[in-house]
């Protein structure tokens, strides 16, 4: 009887080992899997960005941009005004003083 008890013993302790190793292998499995996940992740936010910048400062450009192009597309439009208004002044003044023959 007393062969018995430490043949159970070291079954024991080959069970305890088995499950420890398994235990670790799941851990180290887990950590490989969460470092997977996170490369992922990176690699879509990386496809998401337009040249490097963030979605904020994405969005900062476009809208900058928007008040240039309306500020641009008035400007055009004022001088454009100036430009009629000047040859229509100018068309008046020829026609007043104009030559007499």
Same mark, same amino acid.
């Given at each position: 009887? @007393?062969?018995?008890?430490?043949?159970?013993?070291?079954? $024991? $302790?080959?069970?305890?080992? #088995? %499950?420890? #190793? @398994?235990?670790?292998?799941?851990? #180290? #499995? +887990? /950590?490989? /899997?969460?470092?997977?996940? !996170?490369?992922?992740?990176?690699?879509?936010?990386?496809?998401?960005?337009?040249?490097?910048?963030?979605? &904020?400062?994405? @969005? &900062?450009?476009?809208?900058?941009? %928007?008040?240039?192009?309306?500020? +641009?597309?008035?400007?055009?439009?004022?001088?454009?005004? !100036? /430009?009629?208004?000047? !040859?229509?002044?100018?068309? %008046? !003044?020829?026609?007043?003083?104009?030559?007499? @023959?």
């Amino acid at each position: 009887m @007393t062969l018995q008890q430490p043949l159970s013993g070291s079954c $024991n $302790n080959s069970s305890e080992t #088995a %499950k420890d #190793a @398994t235990v670790e292998h799941l851990k #180290a #499995a +887990l /950590i490989e /899997i969460q470092l997977c996940s !996170r490369l992922e992740s990176l690699l879509l936010k990386k496809k998401s960005l337009n040249n490097g910048d963030s979605p &904020e400062l994405h @969005t &900062e450009k476009v809208e900058k941009l %928007k008040v240039l192009s309306e500020f +641009l597309a008035n400007s055009t439009s004022q001088a454009e005004k !100036r /430009i009629l208004d000047h !040859r229509t002044g100018n068309g %008046k !003044r020829l026609g007043k003083g104009g030559f007499h @023959t």
